[in-house]
């Protein structure tokens, strides 16, 4: 049963970087489709980057050209790197994991109830 912690959340002022990490255990983060979310008050859960089965990276417009996802196969660990942080990108931040090889839009399109293994959330506030 893989399982996923979430650190590096934080608070920060506007303009400013973070890297989240997202450690799993019970399986090699190599193979999974993984995603990471976020929620802030009020508002519907957002999916806003994609690792899929073969690491390609999809990211939501919204953060694109200032977040980047990747993968450590060494550490096991998934990241986030939040790059020119706005007030806007305060939220909970969640990872997930799927296994069963998907690539693509088969794990792009994946929405945050369709994962099955999903973390406990780390929080982000940005201040303006």
């Known amino acids: 049963q893989v399982q996923l912690v979430e650190s590096g959340g934080g608070s920060v002022q506007a303009g400013g970087s973070l890297r989240l990490s997202c450690a799993a255990s019970?399986?090699?983060?190599?193979?999974?489709?993984m995603s990471w979310f976020r929620q802030a008050p009020g508002k519907e859960r957002e999916r806003i980057a994609s690792?899929?089965?073969?690491?390609?990276?999809n990211l939501a417009d919204s953060v694109k050209g200032r977040f980047a996802i990747s993968k450590d196969n060494a550490k096991n660990t998934l990241y986030l790197q939040m790059n020119a942080l706005k007030a806007d990108d305060t939220a909970m931040y969640y990872c997930?994991?799927?296994?069963?090889?998907?690539?693509?839009?088969?794990?792009?399109?994946?929405?945050?109830?369709?994962?099955?293994?999903r973390g406990q959330g780390t929080q982000v506030t940005v201040s303006s």
């Open positions: 019970g399986d090699t983060i190599s193979r999974l489709c």
């Open positions: 997930a994991a799927e296994g069963g090889r998907l690539y693509y839009l088969q794990c792009f399109q994946r929405t945050y109830t369709d994962f099955s293994v």
């Open positions: 690792s899929d089965s073969a690491a390609n990276p």
